[in-house]
């Protein structure tokens, strides 16, 4: 049962990676993207770390709006943008219902109640995003950027995502904890590419 717990707050993580090279079109300011873009993350687990590709696959319906599936060798996302804000229906193996809000271009405060569906297992739970102003350290340089904190609340513990999203690049970085400690951590190695 702990392993499994476990094998669900990593592939939830997902979620948030997967909305850096996703956005209805390529004009999005946070989310510049096409169909075969992809972009590399170095992913930190502990000790253990890896290189990550993840790639714009194709567009499809998502909560009833146009959006995209991303895959990579974790698994399959799917998101979409909805009056400003992106949400996340599928994230690896997890999904949501309703969709998960990721990131709001008004970096206003969103609450969000509903169900996680991972391993067949159905679980209530509720979420809050916020979002702030911030620079981030990438490589050599700091950049500006949108730091958005999705905090996930679960009947067998809590996840906290935090993304830094660059405008005009997505997701630069993302540090996943679970129940206060930190789990995983990625940084983008290379830009999004076609």
Not at 120 to 142: E, M, N, W, Y
Request: glycine share 10%; charged share 20%.
């Amino acid at each position: 049962m702990r392993s499994d717990w476990h094998g669900s707050l990593k592939r939830c993580a997902l979620a948030a990676v997967a909305t850096s090279v996703a956005g209805c079109g390529s004009s999005h300011p946070l989310m510049p993207m096409e169909v075969g873009r992809a972009t590399t993350y170095i992913a930190r687990f502990g000790f253990d770390s890896r290189i990550e590709p993840i790639r714009v696959a194709r567009r499809l319906s998502v909560a009833g709006e146009d959006g995209y599936e991303l895959s990579g060798p974790l698994g399959v996302s799917r998101l979409a943008w909805q009056g400003g804000v992106l949400y996340a229906d599928q994230a690896a193996n997890a999904w949501f219902s309703p969709s998960l809000p990721m990131l709001a271009e008004d970096e206003k405060p969103r609450s969000w109640h509903g169900r996680l569906v991972s391993m067949g297992r159905v679980q209530p739970a509720s979420a809050k995003l916020v979002h702030k102003k911030t620079k981030v350290d990438i490589g050599s340089r700091k950049i500006d950027a949108i730091l958005a904190t999705l905090t996930l609340r679960l009947p067998t513990g809590t996840i906290q995502l935090e993304s830094w999203y660059a405008p005009g690049t997505g997701l630069v970085q993302q540090e996943q904890r679970t129940n206060g400690k930190r789990l995983l951590q990625l940084q983008m190695v290379t830009a999004p590419s076609n």
